[in-house]
């Protein structure tokens, strides 16, 4: 019987077990070297042996499994331990059903472990939710509110309607202030023409008097050159006109210069005065002039007018110191270009040298043109004040 045993176990276990092991070979060989079957293996002829070895196999398994996993690390060389199964397997015959149950119950376990772990990749898939989620980020970068909001026109159109309010309201002070001085000051006028100085100072107090303290004008001046006039450039009462004229200019003209124009029967010629040159100016024009005529106002009115005309503003005011020592030639035509004269900014101061009754002013002293004064010097023009001269010129005029 011991050898009909041995024939029908060895060969099938083998079979059975070598390829299965070589997964769980490290179970099955802690079976087979465990000491405790080799004394239970005497009373193997009995039917009842095989059921109670597997109970106590079971349970020393996992702590032999554990030493040979040990010695295995520590001893490479037991893993040749292999060879002794064929031992093992005549003895351990009977314990073939219990291997392969462990066996079994390992199988499913790894794959009921990998069953979860796609769970994780799926798990995935909600991760591109968050993803999705990022597209109602671009809303509030979409949003145009707050872009509408910065291109609102109606605060900017505020803005700017404040900053041009605020910007043209200084103006005004600023113009206030332009005005409230003269085109050039004390200190320049002493340094350029000392002379001028007191005429400069009296002409500032009349304009201050008059509320003209800062008016801006060309001032012109024309001379009559009349053969009555002779005394009157003699004795320089032409040129010591020419020089408060001047000093006036210097109040209401940055550049501080006076055209001069010479008349007589025609236009005898033209000249300026400026702060540099101006002593002895009028004498020295007047003398390359020629013969002395009669009175045409008109052709010196229409000179004026035409350098006024050719000057850097047109549109500026002017004033006009016309002097003169009787009545014109034409009274008409006088009148005529006086009148054609109204439609620029000119202002007509006419200055009158002679007697005070003459009757030869009687013209200018009826003369009404809104666009005229009148203001008689007598006889010796040079014994009026700068004071008393500026207050007969600037009675009328008001640009």
């Known amino acids: 019987m011991a050898a009909s045993a041995t024939e029908p176990t060895i060969p099938a276990p083998a079979a059975e077990t070598v390829p299965e092991a070589s997964a769980p070979a490290a179970e099955t060989v802690p079976v087979a070297a465990a000491p405790d079957p080799a004394p239970e293996s005497e009373p193997a002829p009995a039917a009842s ?35 002794p199964a064929s031992s093992v397997e005549t003895a351990a015959a009977p314990a073939e059903e219990p291997q392969e149950e462990p066996a079994a119950e390992i199988a499913p376990e790894p794959v009921v472990e990998i069953a979860p772990e796609p769970e994780p990749v799926v798990e995935v898939a909600p991760e591109p939710e968050p993803v999705v989620e990022i597209a109602p980020e671009p809303e509030p970068v979409v949003e145009v509110e707050p872009v509408v909001a910065v291109a609102e026109v109606e605060p900017v159109a505020d803005e700017a309607l404040a900053v041009a309010e605020t910007a043209t309201e200084p103006a005004e002070p600023v113009k206030e202030k332009e005005s409230g001085k003269p085109a050039l000051p004390l200190a320049r006028v002493k340094a350029k023409a000392p002379a001028l100085a007191t005429a400069y100072r009296a002409a500032g107090a009349v304009l201050k008097k008059h509320e003209l303290t800062g008016a801006r004008a060309d001032i012109y001046l024309v001379l009559d050159r009349s053969g009555s006039m002779r005394p009157y450039f003699k004795d320089g009462s032409a040129q010591n006109l020419a020089d408060q ?59 004026i007018v035409a350098l006024h005309e050719k000057a850097d503003d047109p549109d500026r005011p002017a004033l006009v110191i016309f002097q003169t020592d009787g009545a014109p030639e ?16 000119i202002f007509w101061q006419f200055v009158a040298f002679g007697e005070t009754d003459a009757k030869a002013f009687d ?28 207050k007969g010129l600037l009675a009328t005029w008001r640009p």
């Open 363 to 390: 013209y200018l002293r009826k003369l009404d043109l809104p666009n005229t004064g009148f203001f008689h010097a007598g006889p010796v023009p040079n014994e009026l004040t700068d004071a008393e001269l500026f």
């Open 49 to 83: 042996a095989p059921v109670t070895v597997p109970a106590p196999a079971a349970e020393p398994s996992p702590s032999t499994v554990d030493e040979l996993v040990a010695a295995a690390f520590d001893n490479p060389s037991l893993t040749s331990v292999p060879a």
């Open 245 to 303: 004229v001047l000093a006036l200019a210097a109040h209401t003209d940055e550049t501080a210069t006076v055209d001069v124009v010479f008349f007589s029967t025609e236009l005898d010629g033209t000249g300026a005065l400026t702060l540099d040159e101006h002593e002895g100016r009028i004498d020295e024009l007047h003398a390359g002039l020629g013969r002395m005529g009669r009175t045409n106002y008109d052709r010196a009115i229409a000179e």
């Open 330 to 345: 034409s009274k008409t035509a006088a009148t005529q270009a006086l009148k054609d004269a109204a439609e620029h900014k």
